[in-house]
């Protein structure tokens, strides 16, 4: 006979169909998703999910960051509850399944544990953090990051999308300024489901990622000023050519990170030229430089060969140079025992798994700063993610929610 909920499994059909439901907002041009953080479309999305949650008999709270908490009571007044979370919001150019999985599978479990009538001792508080992706604003994790206190709010709230828009402005015109102050809720564990974002599960066609670590990365925002002039009519021995400048460095990273291999990666994916006219050599080049490495010492080796070498290449072309680290965390080790829980699940349950580290950041690293934190990982199809091409299965999804749902029940504890 198995023991209360043993064999409990999550809905999948309803999973899918509640992720399929939620991609309808914010559509890409590809098949994916531009819902990014706190556009209208955020705000729908945010809306769409309160829905469901209420509709599940779940209560909400919001605090001063937008951070959604949705709350299942528990039996024991006393014990503080197991959050599972993620994002809802999106790359430009994003996938239907970062971040989303997570807080859709976190309701999923409410909806199984409704379903079959099991109340948990602690109460389960499904979250969706806002601006997690850092595209509009960044860093990313950045309303995590205040929840934990490695950001103040008035830093957060000063932060500017790419038209000069402020975080604080925007959020407050889509109305998500909640009452409840950032970090002030405390949390018995953490648990974030997430898609891997890379190859590594599919390839050794493996089900479950047991997330052991998160590797630690640092964003560099360059500025170069060199001078503005017509790109005909200048002379090569005159130009002060900042685009040039940025060239060299994108080749100094990659060459950086190749010589730190195995376990190091480096690369841009924003740039802005000024004018940024066909025909005029740009006076400002900005671009972020993204390097991680689970490895501390290669992490903060790169930065200071990029930080020691970038000046050099710019004096050499006469072109100003300054660099600001506009985002930043160390490797994180989630924690064991909440590690060892999601393995006994993925066991439990069949599922054939592996740890693995994440290559991508997530909420979780900073939730690991103040609680038990760890993660679960499905696999996603070649290894594609900030793609809207990015693919799961539907199996592939609700394997993860089941290993979620196991993992939440034994640390929440079945009431008698
Ligand atoms: O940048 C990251 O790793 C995450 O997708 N925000
Ligand atoms: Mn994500
Ligand atoms: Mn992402």
């Not at 531009?34 to 309160?50: I, S, V, Y």
Request: net charge negative; glycine share 12%.
């Amino acid at each position: 006979m198995a023991a209360p909920g043993e064999n409990m499994r999550v809905n999948a059909d309803r999973l899918w169909d509640s992720l399929m439901e939620m991609a309808k907002i914010g559509p890409g041009v590809a098949g994916g998703n531009n819902r990014q953080t706190l556009t209208d479309a955020d705000a729908e999305g945010r809306k769409l999910f309160q829905r469901w949650c209420e509709a599940a008999g779940l209560s909400m709270g919001v605090d001063t960051m937008g951070n959604m908490f949705m709350t299942r009571e528990g039996t024991d007044p006393e014990a503080l509850p197991v959050y599972v979370g993620s994002h809802l919001d999106t790359q430009p150019t994003g996938g239907k399944y970062d971040g989303v999985l997570g807080v859709l599978a976190g309701l999923e479990v409410v909806r199984s544990l409704n379903d079959l009538g099991i109340r948990t001792k602690h109460p389960i508080v499904v979250t969706n953090w806002t601006n997690e992706e850092g595209a509009r604003f960044a860093p990313a994790m950045l309303a995590s990051g205040v929840f934990a206190g490695i950001h103040t709010q008035d830093y957060a709230y000063a932060r500017r999308d790419p038209e000069g828009k402020t975080f604080g402005e925007e959020l407050a015109r889509i109305g998500w300024v909640g009452d409840e102050e950032v970090g002030a809720r405390k949390m018995h564990a953490y648990f974030e489901y997430h898609i891997e974002q890379g190859p590594i599960l599919e390839a050794e066609e493996k089900q479950i990622g047991v997330v052991t670590h998160c590797q630690g990365l640092w964003w560099l925002e360059f500025t170069l000023t060199g001078r503005e002039a017509h790109t005909g009519s200048t002379p090569m021995a005159m130009r002060v050519n900042a685009g040039l400048a940025m060239a060299r460095i994108l080749e100094m990273v990659q060459a950086v990170a190749m010589e730190n291999q195995p376990g190091a990666v480096g690369g841009v994916g924003q740039v802005f030229f000024s004018p940024n006219s066909r025909n005029v050599l740009p006076g400002k080049v900005v671009f972020t430089v993204d390097i991680r490495s689970p490895d501390q010492a290669k992490l903060d080796g790169m930065r200071a060969r990029i930080e020691a070498e970038a000046p050099r290449i710019c004096e050499a072309l006469g072109v100003g140079c300054s660099v600001e680290a506009v985002g930043h965390f160390d490797p994180v080790t989630f924690d064991p025992a909440l590690v060892a829980t999601v393995r006994k699940a993925a066991g439990d349950l069949g599922y054939s798994h592996m740890n693995i580290v994440s290559g991508a950041g997530h909420d979780a690293c900073w939730a690991a700063k103040v609680a038990p934190a760890t993660m679960i990982m499905c696999p996603c199809v070649g290894g594609l993610s900030h793609n809207e091409a990015e693919d799961i299965s539907k199996e592939w999804a609700a394997a993860g929610a089941d290993v979620l749902l196991h993992a939440v029940i034994g640390t929440a504890g079945i009431a008698e």
